[in-house]
């Protein structure tokens, strides 16, 4: 079975500065795939960022990033140059082999202060 | 414009009644989604859909039902055996379930969201 771990309920983060969220995953498959969604207040699931489990770099959209470490099972979220449109919470979730769903995290709530 | 739309986006329902929450798509997705979000929570899988005719239970189907007529069409009816229906209610889809680990995620485009409340 997948799990999604997400330690941070919430963090805080000055406009303009780089905010890391942490992820750390656990499956058995080879084969799987990592997702970053951001839920603002209005409730929509917006997707921000795909990783793959073989895929060779870190993958990048934007300001967003992901620190992809394989061996630590971690996929920590990277924004920056944080804008107060980046208030929110933001989802990891995985999907893994031949499963078609995807196992979500909690959640992070991020605040972004002026 | 290309999206997903759900409605309503706010839906009373009193005890021991039945209803249905819809959501449409013209994206051409095969795959379609039904999630429920309670407050702290994670997104939980209700049904899913990977092409017309056919569905498959998720993790909390006790107490909802689906039906996929359509490709672009995947209602979720909330019967009266839904013990705690009152919760947020989100529709996906997706180009198909996509190869895990692969390049392309196949990524879930998701709907606005119907908040469900049980008087």
């Known amino acids: 079975a997948q799990k999604i771990t997400q330690t941070q309920p919430g963090m805080f983060v000055q406009e303009k500065e780089a905010v890391t969220l942490d992820c750390t995953y656990d499956?058995?498959?080879?084969?799987?795939?990592l997702f970053w969604y951001k839920q603002p207040s209005s409730g929509e699931m917006i997707f921000l960022i795909y990783?793959?489990?073989?895929d060779q770099q870190n993958a990048t959209e934007g300001r967003y990033s992901l620190n992809f470490q394989k061996a630590r099972k971690s996929a920590n979220l990277v924004i920056s140059a944080s804008q107060l449109g980046d208030s929110a919470m933001y989802f990891c979730?995985?999907?893994?082999?031949?499963?078609?769903?995807?196992?979500w995290g909690l959640g992070t709530s991020l605040a972004v202060n002026p | 414009d290309g999206g997903i739309t759900q409605s309503p986006k706010y839906l009373f329902r009193k005890e021991g009644q039945n209803v249905t929450l819809s959501c449409e798509q013209n994206?051409?997705?095969?795959?379609m989604y039904w999630y429920r979000q309670d407050p702290g929570q994670g997104l939980r899988l209700i049904y899913y859909?990977?092409?017309?005719?056919?569905?498959q239970k998720g993790d909390i189907a006790e107490g909802y039902s689906v039906s996929r007529e359509k490709k672009e069409s995947f209602p979720l009816t909330v019967t009266s055996a839904q013990k705690n229906p009152t919760a947020f209610y989100l529709c996906?889809?997706?180009?198909?379930?996509?190869?895990?680990?692969?390049?392309?995620?196949?990524?879930?485009?998701f709907g606005p969201g119907t908040r469900l409340t049980v008087l």
């Open positions: 996906a889809s997706s180009l198909g379930p996509g190869l895990a680990g692969g390049r392309s995620g196949n990524e879930q485009f």
């Open positions: 994206l051409n997705h095969d795959a």
């Open positions: 859909s990977q092409i017309v005719n056919d569905f």
């Open positions: 499956t058995s498959d080879p084969s799987y795939g």
């Open positions: 990783q793959g489990s073989y």
């Open positions: 979730a995985i999907r893994a082999g031949n499963n078609r769903k995807l196992i």
